[in-house]
């Protein structure tokens, strides 16, 4: 096992490594969260100064949000991957499993 030194002084197990694939996941996940928040912010702002053109306070600037809410979670939902959490009938049984499959008949 590695000392501390060979592992550059870190000593939190938790910290992915910068080219890990946890990195990676989480810099596009924070990416993501960023990129919903400036949606909603800049059309917000949008509606607020379409508003002041317009003398129509608040309509603009809730319309304005939540098109950017709308639009940045649409945006969202398409770039995050599907929860694998649930498996289907075909593939419920892991491979590694020591129990037979009760949907095969017992060999002779």
């Not at 989480?26 to 317009?54: E, K, P, S």
């Not at 950017?68 to 599907?82: T, Y």
Request: net charge positive; hydrophobic share 35%; charged share 20%.
């Amino acid at each position: 096992m590695p000392s501390d030194t060979e592992r550059g002084g870190d000593d939190r197990p938790d910290v992915p490594v910068p080219d890990s694939p946890d990195a990676r996941a989480y810099g596009r996940y924070a990416g993501m969260g960023l990129t919903f928040a400036v949606t909603v912010i800049v059309f917000g702002a949008l509606g607020w100064w379409v508003d002041g053109m317009l003398s129509t306070t608040p309509l603009f600037l809730i319309a304005g949000t939540l098109a950017g809410f709308a639009g940045g979670l649409i945006s969202m939902v398409k770039r995050v991957p599907p929860v694998r959490g649930r498996q289907t009938s075909h593939s419920a049984r892991p491979e590694h499993s020591t129990r037979p499959d009760p949907r095969q008949s017992p060999k002779p």
